[in-house]
Structures are given as structure tokens and as C-alpha cells.
């Protein structure tokens, strides 16, 4: 399976910061098959990028994503209050698909 | 409006089984692939098995493989998760999610509200 790493596991940060979350793979996934979600506490998570840096309907543009191969990043440009939650990141180009650990993210 | 509603969560013993549904509506259902991701408390996702839209090719996690089996009814427009020999592991909230594909990309970009499943003694 594809083991998926990000970094930081947890970040705390002011309104208005710019953020950077990274994912790592295992092995090299290309370009096109690493997505983004944002999960709050009690709810479902939300697909926030597809494809490494296609934003999801309805996603504030402020979300951004890039990478390929093994290394991806997720950024937020300019972090607001409700931008609070754990970030996940997720390949589908080997099953079984798998999910970074999380990058919970606070707001100071 | 998208909506997938699961049911059938519960308390059950280890070795003990449950069924899971999923109701789909606002979308052509039998155009998606399908797959349920779980959350064990305090944890992380992991995906579980997904389906294609007819169901013909079905994938796992090896840790289910044998114990778990993913379905679909299109007439009914409601996706399924048959668990049996439950363990202690098995223990953490389901989730129905839009999108499955045997090869390719594909996303999640729907989710339901989760069910949760425990399995203690």
C-alpha cells in the first residue's frame, strides 16, 4: 500500500497567516491523483481539492494545492476563522486508496 | 441537493454482524462508483471497499477481506456494507462517500453523516 505522510500533524495560527500543509508518498502517484479534504469536529469530511490543484466547487479560492509525484502541498492563503479542522490528504492511483494522517489545524 | 443517508450502526458483540445502508438521492446514482471510509475514534480516515456502478468490481482493505462485502441496489438507489465477524478494531464511525473507480483518478466529493458502529463485549 501507499503510505501517505503529512507535515506538521498539528499547527496553530493567526488569522489572516498564509499556510502550508505537506503530504509525502511513498511512491511516486503522478500528478493527477492526490485530493485534498477538510474534516470539522462531529462532521463528515469535505472535498476541498482534486486532481493536486483543482479546487472543488463552491471552495473559497484562498485554497490551493500543488505537487507531483511524491510531494504535495496544501496552502491556504489567507487563513480565516472558519478555516479550523484536521486537513487530510488522499491518493487514488494504487488501491487501496489511502489517507495521509491529518494536519489539525487551530486558530490562535 | 446530493444526499446519502446511512443507517444500521450499532453496539454489537465481537463475531457478531451488522448491515449497513446507504439511501443516495439528488444525483443519477448508478453513474458513480461508490465506497464507505471509516473513522475509529479519535483517529484518521480509512477507506474500506468501494464498488463500481454496477457493481461488478469490488475492492477491500486487506484487514476486511473475507469478513466485509460491499453492494448495491441502483433500483433502490442504496449502497451496502455486510459485516460479519466484527472485532474489537472494526470499531469506529462509517461513512457512504460518492466515488470509486478501479483505476484512475476519483475523489470523495460526497459524504454522508457517518454511522457509527461499536463492537465491545
Known sequence: DIQMSQSPASLSASVGDRVTITCRASQNIATSYLNWYQQKPRQAPKLLIYAASNLYSGVPSRFSGSGSKTDFTLTISSLQPEDFGTYYCQQSFSAPATFGQGTKVDIK | ?121
Not at chain 2, 52 to 75: L, P, Q
Open chain 2, 1 to 121: 441537493e446530493v444526499q446519502l443517508v446511512e443507517s444500521g450502526g450499532g453496539v454489537v458483540r465481537p463475531g457478531g454482524s451488522l448491515r449497513l445502508s446507504c439511501e443516495a438521492s439528488g444525483f443519477i446514482f448508478d453513474d458513480h462508483g461508490m465506497s464507505w471510509v471509516r473513522q475509529a475514534p479519535g483517529k484518521g480516515l480509512e477507506w474500506v471497499s468501494g464498488l463500481i456502478w454496477n457493481g461488478d468490481s469490488t475492492a477491500y482493505i486487506d484487514s476486511v477481506k473475507g469478513r466485509f462485502t460491499i453492494s448495491r441496489d441502483n433500483a433502490k438507489n442504496s449502497l451496502y456494507l455486510q459485516m460479519n465477524s466484527l472485532r474489537a478494531e472494526d470499531t469506529a464511525i462509517y461513512y457512504c462517500a460518492r466515488g470509486y473507480a478501479v483505476a484512475g483518478l476519483y475523489y470523495f466529493d460526497y459524504w454522508g453523516q457517518g454511522t457509527l458502529v461499536t463492537v465491545s463485549s
